[in-house]
């Protein structure tokens, strides 16, 4: 499922990315690899969503959360 | 004496490492801030000397990794392996130091001398992480030196572990293990790459070899051999369907192993919550609702601060060059050499005064800035007007120069450097000029009652504002779609811990942008000043009899008479 559709609070896992290169190494340097662990901390739908990561909140824009799937822990 | 030793130090790390605090605490203020050449990437330079060594210290832009992606990273990396650091310094946040081990792994492919400061490290103690240093030195392969660089703790300490990094021969750093299939691929690659003699001299062979591998655009345009690139090719197809991922996940995905692998052996207790009090404060800051209303204020007050505290000073340097001019005028000798007292006065003391006129409220706005960005606020701002700025194109952060090009357009474009992507930057620099800023606002008031009827004059006046914005959002759809085209970046952004800053790191800060402004507007609007009181000098209009004539009368007859003058009739 993408992240997108995951609501806050949740635990998921990272499946895949399913992006280009630039976006993909700029996510991979934040932690945001196959099988790690992100915490959704706010998703409203709409808008951006917050994650934490590796001890680390990042904000991923609406587009860049279509192209992460995960699977909930 | 022994003659002193000069040592080149390269300053890296992630942004919000804490990065610039360590440079502030080695240079001091005595360092120069430029650009590097062709970029519009500031280089911060600086000194120290240190037990007969003298350090030039260099600070590279703040980044998450080493890709070919950014102009940032292409920078550091370049400056690297142009400049041949003596020692490079990776800066690491203590309380989460496994994300930001992911640089030091890369620099650490890079084959370069390194030392590591575990800085924030009283933040990582009061969480309750235990460091086994000498352990994971062992691991890394590299110094760690712990530090608390906001209060001043462990510079000496840095110092001597640099100073003995760069005594030794022999190169630092562990190799990182990619696995049995990556290794072997990298090693049908290096096999290949053993004729590219220029290449394996500049970057060494593993570290070619693994660009290629990750396919990193920039490295693969030094590769003209199709052999060389049928084999990456090859391996990259292998990799993929051996492990189902492309290799530039893999290797990521390999280097965190290491790096949890290292923290497993020596950090005891490393999964923590860094964000407890941030969490409570962003509940608040970035809310739904409160978050725009809240940022608005804040930006408020800063304007009004700039602007009601700049006053003061402003009227006495206003005061202190009108009578400097008088001074001179009053002592020139009467009669002779008037063209170069009207230099002088009309020329370089105006000039001159007008540019630092403005220093108070550009130091008030840059404190303002300094204040937001040290705090971890302006990432929040960013997140709150990413939404509208979406919309026109830009990123959030483009908001914040923008908003400053009200007040100033000089400021306003220096801010503009808070903007990571350079396609952002150009956009965001290029439409400033269309805020009106301050100064315009004098010539609104005075031309509309010139041209409006009274009860037009307000609506007349909120209309140009209006029209500059719109103007400014069409031509950046324009730019945006003709000469900055290209892919609109997925907004990614870290949210950092909020913290205290300092008041050493904000004072620095603001001189720092203080002086840039007084170099770069300096020299510009001095220049200009002096061609426009040229031009309304020149040529003086012949010398009649007419003594009675007023003054006003004969300044206005001389400014017809200039260049400028005929210029405007021509108009």
Not at chain 2, 2 to 26: D, M, R, W
Not at chain 2, 521 to 536: D, K, Y
Request: charged share 20%.
């Amino acid at each position: 499922m993408p992240l997108c559709d995951m609501t806050a609070g949740k635990t998921v896992r990272v499946v895949s990315v399913d992006a280009g290169h630039g976006l993909k190494s700029r996510l991979a340097a934040m932690g945001v690899l196959p099988s790690a662990a992100l915490h959704i901390m706010r998703n409203e739908g709409a808008g951006q969503i917050i994650v934490s990561i590796k001890n680390s909140k990042v904000v991923l824009g609406r587009g860049a959360s279509h192209k992460i799937f995960v699977t909930a822990e | 004496m022994e003659q002193t030793k000069e040592i080149l130090v390269a300053l890296a790390g992630n942004p919000n490492s804490g990065k610039t605090t360590v440079f502030n605490l080695l240079t001091g203020a005595r360092h120069h801030v430029g650009n590097y050449p062709g970029v519009t990437v500031e280089k911060v330079e600086g000194r120290r000397l240190y037990n007969g060594y003298t350090l030039n210290i260099v600070d590279l832009p703040g980044t998450y990794s080493l890709t070919a992606y950014s102009t940032e990273e292409l920078v550091t990396r370049n400056f690297i392996f142009d400049e041949h650091p003596d020692v490079v310094v990776d800066v690491l946040d203590a309380s989460n130091i496994e994300r930001h081990l992911y640089l030091a792994t890369q620099l650490m492919e890079m084959r370069v001398p390194l030392v590591l400061a575990l800085n924030m490290s009283d933040i990582a103690k009061s969480h309750g992480l235990e460091f086994d240093l000498p352990m994971l030195e062992r691991l890394l392969g590299a110094r760690i030196v712990p530090m608390v660089a906001s209060k001043g703790q462990g510079d000496t300490a840095l110092m001597e572990a640099i100073v003995q990094t760069a005594a030794q021969s022999a190169p630092v750093g562990v190799v990182i293990p990619y696995g049995r299939d990556i290794e072997a691929e990298l090693a049908k690659i290096e096999s290949l790459l053993a004729g590219r003699k220029e290449l394996i001299e500049r970057y060494g062979s593993r570290w070619t070899a693994l660009k290629l591998l990750e396919n990193d655009t920039e490295v693969i345009g030094h590769i003209k051999d199709l052999p060389i690139l049928a084999q990456v090719n090859a391996s990259q197809m292998h990799l993929k369907s051996l492990c189902g991922d492309a290799p530039d996940i893999l290797i990521a995905d390999r280097r965190y192993g290491f790096i949890s692998g290292a923290c497993q052996e020596a950090v005891k207790n490393p999964v923590i919550h860094r964000h407890d009090i941030s969490d409570k404060v962003d509940l608040v800051l970035t809310h739904r609702w409160l978050g725009l209303p809240i940022f608005g204020l804040l930006m408020y007050l800063v304007f009004y601060l700039t602007f009601t505290l700049g006053s003061f000073p402003m009227d006495w340097l206003d005061g202190f060059f009108g009578w400097l001019g008088e001074r001179v005028v009053h002592i020139w000798p009467e009669g002779h050499l008037l063209w170069l007292r009207s230099l002088i006065t009309d020329g370089v003391i105006a000039g001159v005064g007008g540019v630092i006129v403005f220093l108070p409220n550009i130091l008030l706005l840059f404190l303002g800035i300094a204040f937001l960005e040290d705090t971890g606020y302006m990432a929040r701002a960013a997140f709150i007007m990413d939404r509208v700025m979406h919309k026109i194109g830009l990123h959030g952060k483009s908001f914040i120069p923008m908003l400053i090009g009200f007040g100033c357009s000089v400021p306003a474009i220096m801010a503009t450097r808070i903007l990571e992507n350079r396609r952002n930057r150009l956009a965001t620099m290029l439409v400033i000029p269309l805020m009106s800023c301050g100064a315009r606002l004098t010539i609104y008031a005075l031309l509309i009652p010139a041209f409006f009827a009274p009860h037009w004059r307000g609506p007349v006046m909120w209309l140009i504002y209006v029209i500059g914005i719109v103007v400014a959002i069409i031509c950046i759809n324009i730019l945006r779609k003709t000469i900055l085209k290209g892919e609109s970046v997925p907004f990614v952004m870290e949210l950092p811990p909020y913290r205290i800053p300092t008041a050493r790191g904000l004072l620095i800060h603001m001189w720092d942008r203080g002086c840039m402004y007084l170099r770069k507007a300096g020299t510009v609007i001095l220049g200009l000043s002096i061609v426009l009181w040229f031009l309304m000098s020149f040529p003086a209009p012949p010398q009649t009899g007419a003594r009675a004539v007023s003054e006003n009368h004969q300044q206005a007859a001389a400014l017809e008479y200039s260049i400028a003058g005929r210029i405007g009739k021509a108009i």
